[in-house]
């Protein structure tokens, strides 16, 4: 094989699954070249582009996968993001005893409380539905076992 083949494997030919790391530089270095050089749309070269972002996301998601956060860290953002406060969530879920309990992870959170912090505060469901760690137990309920 020669060795300007070797540098530059997607270059000339087909587009191929992307199987080891060294075709994703290879292809991370080739798409690199359509961010300075924009393809136009319609042609070969923007349909090649097309085709290299997505072996290199696909790659990516399964080499790296990134996890949605935990359910009351996605909360905790949006809270600091948008401005909200925990008086705001007890609003949102009935009350800011629970919006106390939920956000010290003494009570979990149920369906009902998370279609509306997915519908009202825009939280990914996928973040909302994942399993919560178990609420933390009393010590006098442990002391009764």
């Known amino acids: 094989m020669k060795r300007s083949a070797r540098k530059r494997p997607f270059r000339r030919g087909t587009v191929r ?5 060294v075709d994703y530089d290879a292809a991370l270095a080739e798409i690199e070249h359509y961010f300075n050089n924009e393809p136009k749309l319609g042609t ?11 072996l290199i996301a696909d790659y990516e998601d399964s080499h790296w996968p990134i996890e949605p956060p ?13 401005g909200y ?14 919006a106390s309990d939920i956000l010290a992870r003494k009570r979990r959170l149920t369906m009902g409380m998370a279609w ?6 825009g939280i990914p469901a996928e973040a909302l539905l994942r ?12 002391a009764a076992e």
């Open 44 to 54: 070969a070269s923007a349909d090649r582009f097309d085709l290299l972002a997505l």
């Open 70 to 82: 935990d359910p009351i860290e996605a909360i905790r953002w949006r809270m600091e993001t948008a």
């Open 17 to 21: 699954p992307l199987r080891s790391e």
């Open 116 to 121: 509306k912090l997915y519908r009202e505060w």
């Open 85 to 98: 406060s925990q008086a705001d969530l007890g609003r949102l879920i009935g009350s800011r005893q629970r």
């Open 131 to 142: 399993p919560q760690s178990r609420p933390r137990r009393r010590r006098s309920s442990i």
